[in-house]
Nanobody
Framework: QVQLVEGGGGLVQPGGSLRLSCAAS????????MGWYRQAPGKQRELVAL???????KYGDSVKGRFTISRDNAKATVYLQMNSLKPEDTAVYYC?????????WGQGTQVTVSS
């Protein structure tokens, strides 16, 4: 049974930083492309960052230069380092794992950026 467990969300002031983590189990982690998505109230879910099984990365335009995605295959964990956070980054952040037709989601972690 595949599980993706996110952590690291919380309340942070504008300009601050957070590091999200997503620990995977029940899957061969190294095979999967891993992504972070977010969904704000009243908005569609959007891609934040993606890291392929080969280590290539892709970022949403709104987070380029501020967020960094990384993975540790030995720990079966993907990370999202978020710097220079803005109020518009407030959302539920979801971890995603994708390999061929296999597509899994975590339960989400809330990130709130507010003074």
């Amino acid at each position: 049974q595949v599980q993706l467990v996110e952590g690291g969300g919380g309340l942070v002031q504008p300009g601050g930083s957070l590091r999200l983590s997503c620990a995977a189990s029940g899957m061969i982690f190294a095979y999967y492309d891993m992504g972070w998505y977010r969904q704000a109230p009243g908005k569609q879910r959007e891609l934040v960052a993606l890291i392929t099984s080969g280590g290539s990365t892709k970022y949403g335009d709104s987070v380029k230069g501020r967020f960094t995605i990384s993975r540790d295959n030995a720990k079966a964990t993907v990370y999202l380092q978020m710097n220079s956070l803005k109020p518009e980054d407030t959302a539920v952040y979801y971890c995603n794992a994708k390999w061929w037709v296999r597509d899994y989601w975590g339960q989400g972690t809330q990130v709130t950026v507010s003074s």
